[in-house]
T-cell receptor, first 115, second 109 residues
Framework: DTGVSQDPRHKITKRGQNVTFRCDPI?????LYWYRQTLGQGPEFLTYFQNEAQLEKSRLLSDRFSAERPKGSFSTLEIQRTEQGDSAMYLC?????????????FGPGTRLTVL | AQRVTQPEKLLSVFKGAPVELKCNYSYSGSPELFWYVQYSRQRLQLLLRHISRESIKGFTADLNKGETSFHLKKPFAQEEDSAMYYCALVGGGADGLTFGKGTHLIIQP
């Protein structure tokens, strides 16, 4: 296991198109997090899962954003009807949940460019 | 609402000089505080967390609840310390990390 992986690494799309990103966490990790990072900012928390349950989704930026983790393993983040303001780096992280201070391991990110 | 403030966008020091990266937080309860680091062309990774009271790569950070600060310090900077540093907190045990905007640390030879 080489850590958290994300696919694709880069995505260029036209405004109005739908995009989907995939995250594969470290295999024994039951928590999976999604973040967005724009230029000059720190990562911004979007949502997270414990196994297949999505425990927090109020931070998703709009109803165009949705995430799934159907079997408690990999997760997908979908953005519908993309806008230029969605251009950012989308980061995934995973952790073992038994304490709030457990380390989150980050993936390399998917860079989205909306033209 | 919880917030993390890193007042310095860029910090440049000479090799061998002391380094202090500032972090202040706003949170109504007792948060868990972290420093994450991102070296050039690498992914974000944990540097240290306050609960562990550890020193990693010569860095330490002390939680000051009175001043709501968690400044990162190193007595003698090394060139390999050049990176982006992010202070972060998690509160309530359930949510994701809240990050500051980051400080770009440059160590000059």
């Amino acid at each position: 296991d080489t850590g958290v992986s994300q696919d694709p690494r880069h995505k260029i799309t036209k405004r109005g198109q739908n995009v989907t990103f995939r995250c594969d966490p470290i295999s024994e990790h039951n928590r999976l997090y999604w973040y967005r990072q724009t230029l000059g900012q720190g990562p911004e928390f979007l949502t997270y899962f414990q196994n297949e349950a999505q425990l927090e989704k109020s931070r998703l930026l709009s109803d165009r954003f949705s995430a799934e983790r159907p079997k408690g393993s990999f997760s997908t983040l979908e953005i519908q009807r993309t806008e230029q303001g969605d251009s950012a780096m989308y980061l995934c992280a995973s952790s073992i949940w038994d304490k709030p201070y457990n380390e989150q391991f980050f993936g390399p990110g998917t860079r989205l460019t909306v033209l | 609402a919880q917030r993390v403030t890193q007042p310095e966008k860029l910090l440049s020091v000479f090799k061998g000089a002391p380094v202090e990266l500032k972090c202040n937080y706003s949170y109504s309860g007792s948060p868990e505080l972290f420093w994450y680091v991102q070296y050039s062309r690498q992914r974000l990774q944990l540097l240290l967390r306050h609960i562990s009271r550890e020193s990693i790569k010569g860095f330490t950070a002390d939680l000051n609840k009175g001043e709501t600060s968690f400044h990162l310090k190193k007595p003698f900077a090394q060139e390999e310390d050049s990176a982006m540093y992010y202070c972060a907190l998690v509160g309530g045990g359930a949510d994701g990390l809240t990050f500051g905007k980051g400080t770009h640390l440059i160590i000059q030879p």
